[in-house]
C-alpha cells in the first residue's frame, strides 16, 4: 500500500461530509493525499461535495460489484456507515486480506445485527440488559434486525403483547424510563489495544441519529464498555449504547453497533483524532489510548444546503 496515497471507500456514507473531511485533513497532516469514494444507490446525495459517488446495487447484491469497484478505483480501505453495510465490509475482510476494513470479524458482526442473539450473548456473559418481567408493563419490542429506532413497539398492556403480529422477530425487553448513553470507540487491528472509548449522552435525536450530544465522563458506562469489547472480540470502529435508569441510576447495555456511529463527530469535536487513528491503524503503528478528551464538549448538528 502506499501510504502517501489512499483512497477510502464509504459504504452507505451518503451524509458523512464531515467523516470525508475529517480523514482529507488527517491525511493532509501526516502528508498522505487521502481520497474518498461512496458507494451509493444513486449520486444525488451530500457526500459528493467531497467525494467520489460510485453508484452501486443494493446490499443484497452489491458483493461482486464492490470487488470490481475496489480493483478499479485502487482502494486501500472500506468503510460501513450502516449496518447491513457492516457485514459487507466483513465479508471484503475475510475475502481481501489486503484490503483495510475497520470491522469486527463477520460471526462478530452477524451474533450484534441480531437484537435477539446479542440479548442471549449479554445474558450468558453477565452483562447487564433490561429483561422482560412477566406481567410488568410497559415493555418495548424492537425488530430484530432493525436499527435507527424503526418499527419499535411500546407494549402497556397483555392485550397488546399478545396482538403483536409474529413476535418471535421483536426481541421484547421492560421499558426503562431512562437516560440514553452513547459510547464511541476504537480497539486497533493491528495492535489490539483500544485507542478511544468516548461515552455521550443523546441530548435530541432525529430518525435515531443524534444530532445533540454532549460528552460525559461516565466510570460505569466506560468499565462495562470495555468488558463487552473484550468479551465480544470487537474490533475496528464500534458504537455502544446504553441505558441509565432515571429512578434508581441502574445502568443496562442497549446494543453494538460494530461501526461508526453517526454522532461520532461529538468525539472529534473533542479532541480525539478518529481519522488520524484509522490511518495510523491501516499502517500497523501502536496509538496510545486518547483519555485526555473535553467532557462537556456539546455537538449541534445543521442543516447546510448543496446544489446539483
Not at 435477539?116 to 450473548?121: R, V
Not at 406481567?135 to 429506532?149: N, V
Not at 431512562?178 to 483500544?194: F, Q
Not at 441505558?243 to 454522532?263: A, Q
Amino acid at each position: 500500500m502506499n501510504h502517501k496515497s489512499v483512497n477510502i471507500l464509504f459504504l452507505g456514507g451518503a451524509k458523512r461530509v464531515s467523516m470525508a473531511e475529517y480523514f482529507i485533513e488527517a491525511g493532509r497532516n501526516t502528508g498522505t493525499e487521502v481520497s474518498i469514494f461512496s458507494y451509493e444507490l444513486n449520486n444525488e446525495v451530500p457526500i459528493r461535495e467531497v467525494a467520489t459517488v460510485i453508484e452501486g446495487k443494493k446490499w443484497a447484491e452489491c458483493l461482486p460489484h464492490l470487488k470490481e469497484v475496489i480493483a478499479a478505483n485502487h482502494i486501500s480501505a472500506v468503510i460501513p456507515f450502516v449496518d447491513p453495510a457492516t457485514l459487507i465490509a466483513a465479508q471484503l475482510k475475510a475475502e481481501l486480506p489486503d484490503l483495510f476494513c475497520p470491522v469486527s470479524e463477520e460471526p462478530v458482526c452477524r451474533r450484534f445485527f441480531s437484537k435477539i442473539e446479542a440479548n442471549a450473548w449479554c445474558i450468558e456473559n453477565q452483562i447487564p440488559v433490561a429483561v422482560s418481567v412477566e406481567g410488568k408493563f410497559p415493555k418495548i419490542a424492537k425488530p430484530d434486525t432493525g436499527s435507527a429506532s424503526q418499527g419499535l413497539v411500546i407494549l402497556n398492556t397483555e392485550a397488546e403483547l399478545l396482538q403483536l403480529p409474529n413476535p418471535e422477530n421483536y426481541l421484547i425487553q421492560q421499558f426503562i424510563n431512562a437516560t440514553e448513553y452513547t459510547v464511541d470507540a476504537y480497539r486497533s487491528l493491528s495492535c489490539g489495544n483500544i485507542n478511544y472509548l468516548v461515552p455521550r449522552v443523546r441530548l435530541e435525536t432525529q430518525g435515531g441519529e443524534a444530532v445533540k450530544a454532549k460528552t460525559v465522563k461516565h466510570p460505569r458506562i466506560e468499565h462495562l464498555s470495555r468488558e463487552i469489547i473484550e468479551k465480544a472480540g470487537l474490533h475496528g470502529a464500534i458504537t455502544l449504547q446504553f441505558l441509565e435508569d432515571k429512578n434508581c441510576g441502574d445502568v443496562y447495555f442497549m446494543e453494538v453497533n460494530p461501526r461508526y456511529g453517526g454522532g461520532v463527530v461529538t468525539s472529534y469535536g473533542a479532541g480525539v483524532d478518529i481519522a488520524g487513528i484509522l490511518l495510523a491503524d491501516m499502517q500497523g503503528k501502536e496509538i496510545a489510548e486518547k483519555t485526555a478528551w473535553k467532557e462537556g464538549l456539546t455537538m449541534l448538528r445543521r442543516f447546510k444546503e448543496i446544489y446539483i
